[in-house]
Nanobody
Framework: QVQVVESGGGLVQAGGSLRLSCAASDPAFSSRYTVGWFRQAPGKEREFVAVQRRSDGGTYYADSVKGRFTLSRDNAEKTVYLQMNSLKPEDTAVYYC??????????????????WGQGTQVTVSS
C-alpha cells in the first residue's frame, strides 16, 4: 500500500501564494505515477484541480485555476508540487493529492485514483 502525504496548506490573504507538496512511500512516485490534485470545499463534491500523467508527462488544469496554479515534479526529491498563485477566496478547500500507477484517461474523476493523501486545508481570506 502506497502512503501519500500532502503538506503546505495554510491561511493566506487573497492574491497571495502557497505551495503544496505531495510525497509518497514509493521511491518511483514522482516519475512513474499519474499524480493529480483535487479539492473539496464544505458542502461540495470533490473537484479536479490539476494532473500530470505518467509516461507522457502531460499536464492539465481545471479552467478555474489555469494560469494561476502550476504542477511540477522534483524526481530527486520524489515530490510533486502545486504552486498556487493569485489565490482567491473561492480557492478555499481541503486539497488532496491523488496518485495511480496507470495512465489515466479520465483524469478528472476521483474514482480513477487508487492512492489518496489525508488532505491539507487551504483558506484564502478576502
Amino acid at each position: 500500500q502506497v502512503q501519500v502525504v500532502e503538506s503546505g496548506g495554510g491561511l493566506v490573504q487573497a492574491g497571495g501564494s502557497l505551495r503544496l507538496s505531495c510525497a509518497a512511500s514509493d521511491p518511483a512516485f514522482s516519475s512513474r505515477y499519474t499524480v493529480g490534485w483535487f479539492r473539496q470545499a464544505p458542502g461540495k463534491e470533490r473537484e479536479f484541480v490539476a494532473v500530470q500523467r505518467r509516461s507522457d508527462g502531460g499536464t492539465y488544469y481545471a479552467d478555474s485555476v489555469k494560469g494561476r496554479f502550476t504542477l511540477s515534479r522534483d524526481n530527486a526529491e520524489k515530490t510533486v508540487y502545486l504552486q498556487m498563485n493569485s489565490l482567491k477566496p473561492e480557492d478555499t478547500a481541503v486539497y488532496y493529492c491523488a496518485a495511480d500507477r496507470s495512465y489515466i484517461v479520465n483524469f478528472d474523476a476521483p474514482r480513477n485514483y487508487d492512492y489518496w493523501g489525508q488532505g491539507t486545508q487551504v483558506t484564502v481570506s478576502s
